[in-house]
């Protein structure tokens, strides 16, 4: 079977060691496995894997500190962590993704989740890298056409887009309908092309720090407890750390960080103020609230245009910038504009 990739698995007890090593092998994936957390960090720094599954509790070394480890180390720090444990607690879920993993599956786990949960990783980690070699490419090859790379970074793009929308089914087309929502309000507030640009390419991956969230927290229905929802504030940092180094043409990585801030003050993660906000979060921001009420959520059923639009009017000069709430309602109301499926 073709190798899909090398995968160091790590755990103190050999027979779940044994069972995910095999797992990983039938699926056609290279593995090599640690029984504890020093032969672990042995094994990565000589031969870094691509990604690594780790349990939490061993003697010794524990998992916690074999990732903060992995993260310190220059050859390691890029490499995807995996947490697969017992443990259940949501603080121990916390304390893994501060850590820097981008994933926690709990024990018992279904082979199938994890299978899938590890190439979702492994394809998101090379797509990354993908985008960083278009860019390095692009500085090199200034006789290239311009309009063959922007292509190929929407490409990649729509592809990291789809690979966080692979995880969470039930809000498929979101990032792209967003995305539709922001460029139309930008062309009504008249921002350059340039900055619609951007903005658009922002827009379809302003979720992508997801990937870092538990799926089932996504997908939970009903009212998240106090330690979910601080996991899901996690992703608009989680997005700006995946996208930073990449060097756009424009700050992408900062519109997706800003995109919960608000007019106000109370968003996150920095508690931004009015024009401490760019436009382009700004915009991306409103257009997110459109999208999600006016579409249909596993919970509930969609909301409606008119129901968005009363809420993000509500909020105006409060929460969300008056100029992009005016020029959304316009669209909307005046010049029947209508979201794509």
Partial sequence: MHNKGLILAVDDTPASLKLLTEILKAEGYDVRSAINGELAL?????????????????????GFEVCARLKENARTRDVPVIFVSAMTDTQDKLKGFELGAVDYVTKPFQREELLARVRTHLELNRLRHHLEELVEERTRSLQESEARLKTSLLESIAAIASTVEMRDPYTAGHQRRVAQIATAIAHELSLSEAQIEGLQLAAVVHDVGKVKIPAEILSKPGRLNELEYSLIKQHSQAGYDILKEIAFPWPIAEFVLQHHERSDGTGYPRGLKGDEIQIEAHIIGVADVIEAMASHRPYRAGLGIEAALAEIEDKRGTLFDARVVDAACRLFREKGFQIGR
């Fill in 42 to 62: 042995h094994a990565a720094e000589v031969d870094p894997p691509e990604l690594v599954i780790l349990d939490v509790s061993m003697p010794g070394i524990g």
